[in-house]
């Protein structure tokens, strides 16, 4: 199998990669020398190069740095294509969750029908006027499932990227509006209740009848004090919940690639990101 990895670091606020950047605190950590089967390779495609913010939120879609957010998008969509030609299984370390516009307009440029498997602290199922920072991060799922601006809906073909009903979310504390959509949604409670591998089960039953997945991990998922993040919730998930749940899905091999994603405090554990990162309002 060969297995690509390709950096991310945008991030929707506009804070630049020469600030914070987990992909290369990944790569500076030893991620791009670790041990695989024998046989595997590991392919480095290196980072995408991240577009001018221009600071401001759009006028008409209230959205904050649209045109930097469309711009990464096409190159995303643009860089994975070319990179499936090439890799089996494809790893994605960002950044912000918003950059799933891309790797969905990938799926969509190539006539894919690919489900995801979300794990996430929050739903990310919002509009821009129900977003107190209109930050892309905020909207992601909301458009890649078919609702708000038709310029980022439409931004890849005729709207929905993805089916409601082609998505399933667990773990989260924090549900946004994912209630007023069809998304199949689990919160940190039932994962509790139901077990890990029960539901990683659960997951790929809910999406049998799409044969490709992907797998959208986002670190905030787990607790604040495992893992310190940008956007912290109280009464996340532990290491080994989280491990069981992506260990068991991946095993299922429909899944063709994975995201990596959060603003997260790594400068906790690595010296190369060394931003000073405070609780944001959502």
Excluded at 152 to 171: A, I, K, N, R
Aim: proline share 7%.
């Amino acid at each position: 199998m060969k297995i690509g990895i390709l950096g991310i670091p945008f991030n929707g606020d506009g804070t630049r990669p020469e600030i914070e950047n987990p992909p290369a605190a990944f790569r500076e950590a030893g991620l791009t020398r670790l041990k695989i089967r024998s046989g595997d390779s590991l392919l480095d495609y290196g980072d995408l190069l991240i577009p001018v913010f221009d600071g401001y939120r759009d006028p008409s879609t209230e959205i904050l740095n649209l045109n930097a957010w469309k711009e990464i998008s096409r190159y995303t969509a643009k860089k994975l294509i070319s990179i499936q030609e090439e890799a089996d299984f494809v790893i994605i370390l960002g950044g912000d969750c918003s950059i799933l516009l891309g790797i969905f307009g990938a799926f969509r440029l190539t006539d894919k029908r690919v489900g995801l498997v979300i794990l996430d602290g929050h739903t990310d199922y919002r509009d821009p006027s129900s977003s107190s920072s209109g930050e892309p991060a905020d909207l992601e799922l909301a458009i890649l499932t078919g609702k708000g601006p038709i310029e980022l809906t439409g931004m890849f073909g005729l709207p929905p990227l993805l089916q409601p009903t082609d998505v399933v979310v667990y773990g989260y504390r924090e549900p946004d509006l994912i209630a007023e959509s069809n998304i199949h949604h689990y919160n940190h409670q039932v994962f509790r209740e139901t077990g890990a591998d029960n539901l990683a089960n659960q997951a790929l039953s809910l999406l049998d009848h799409v044969d490709r997945l992907w797998f959208h991990l986002d670190v905030d998922v787990l607790d604040p004090t495992l893992m310190p993040v940008c956007f912290p919730e109280p009464d996340g998930l532990s290491i080994d919940e989280t491990l069981v749940f992506l260990s068991t899905s991946i095993r299922s091999k429909r899944f063709i690639g994975m995201c990596r994603l959060n603003r997260c405090r790594l400068d906790c554990f690595l010296p190369s990101c060394t931003k000073d990162i405070r609780r944001k309002p959502r």
